[in-house]
């Protein structure tokens, strides 16, 4: 019979949605680190977020066939995107992933399609790159569509088809505020305040946009309502060390390619409206740079326009993409990088 020292124990721990046997009897300096990165980037891109240094995330969603997933990609150099042999580590996932973001440098949230939040880790080292899932867990009843880290950074929000809103906390992974039916329709998209943690806009299928409060007692208030031009995206304004005027204003992405700008002390007053495309649009990312945001929607175009307090003027369009743009990140006031789902991901010198 072996004896104890000799004895190899057989550890299967799921991985994505695969598995491995370790060798626990090695000793952990000739371990091996697992290689989590997929064979291949799925067809279908949908998000890409930048760190402050620099770092690319992408996700992408595999939405043929009779089993969906999909995959989270790591690069250091946003122009490496969306090679499978230039990624510094890849992750599985069981589902599409619609929406994603850092909260810190070495720290990601993603919302599945199947109604997941997931927090992982990030790690580079000597041996390698790897990307770890810190806790998974299945609190949405339907697909997460939009992910938004606070300015704080400690805490997250997500919105899902459930027609719910979850706000996050970031070191332990739980649920600190249930917002259910935040709106009576599938909630289409959120936006962090750029200097309060305790506001965010929401928009929904239900044709409102709503104004929360976490700390009044009716957190919600309406500040934008269309029943028949619905909103299908949302931002703010300004970052957190522009004007307190400026980060009143918020601009919202209708289905018939839209844009409206409005200011939550004159709920009264259209400011400027602007035909940015015409099919519905589904990303608005605001410049770190105040008064100037990208666009795109459910088209190959790629929009950069110029907000000024009474008019929209547009600064800059490309359309090399190839099928629907998903995914606008800057990576500075001077850069936006793109995906979509022609599996590209386009640098634009704004």
Not at 73 to 83: E, I, Q, R, T
Not at 85 to 97: D, F
Not at 118 to 137: D, N, P
Request: charged share 20%; glycine share 8%.
């Amino acid at each position: 019979e072996p004896s104890a020292h000799n004895r190899r124990a057989r550890v299967q721990s799921r991985v994505g949605c695969r598995y491995l046997q370790q060798d626990v009897g090695t000793t952990p300096e000739l371990d091996h680190h697992l290689d989590t990165t997929p064979c291949q980037v799925d067809k279908y891109l949908d998000f890409v977020a930048i760190n402050k240094n620099g770092h690319l995330l992408m996700g992408s969603s595999s939405l043929t066939g009779r089993y969906w997933g999909g995959s989270i990609w790591y690069y250091d150099d946003v122009a490496l995107a969306p090679h499978v042999e230039k990624c510094l580590v890849g992750y599985e996932v069981g589902s599409g992933v619609a929406d994603g973001a850092f909260v810190d440098d070495s720290t990601i949230i993603i919302g599945q399609d199947c109604g997941s939040v997931e927090f992982l880790s990030i790690s580079t080292e000597s041996t390698g790159a790897m990307m770890t899932s810190m806790c998974r867990v299945e609190e949405h009843l339907d697909a997460v569509i939009c992910v938004q880290v606070t300015c704080n950074r400690k805490t997250a929000l997500t919105g899902s088809t459930d027609m719910s809103i979850r706000m996050w906390d970031c070191q332990t992974s739980n649920v600190v505020r249930l917002l259910s039916l935040a709106h009576s329709q599938q909630v289409t998209g959120l936006s962090a305040h750029p200097s309060d943690d305790q506001l965010f806009l929401s928009s929904g299928m239900d044709g409102n946009v709503l104004l929360w409060d976490l700390r009044c007692q009716k957190p919600a208030s309406c500040v934008y309502r269309d029943w028949e031009d619905k909103p299908e995206c949302v931002t703010w304004l300004g970052s957190a060390d522009s004007s307190s005027a400026t980060g009143e204003q918020f601009l919202v992405g209708l289905q018939s390619g839209a844009l409206a700008l409005r200011n939550t002390k004159s709920l009264n007053c259209s400011i400027a409206s602007f035909q940015a495309l015409n099919r519905p649009l589904y990303r608005i990312a605001a410049n770190p740079k105040p008064g100037q945001v990208a666009v795109c929607g459910n088209d190959t175009k790629v929009l950069v326009v110029d907000i000024t307090n009474e008019s929209i003027d547009l600064r800059y369009e490309d359309d090399r993409h190839s099928d629907f743009v998903r995914g606008l990140s800057w990576r500075d006031s001077e850069c936006l990088v793109t995906c979509g789902w022609d599996k590209t991901v386009l640098i634009h010198q704004i």
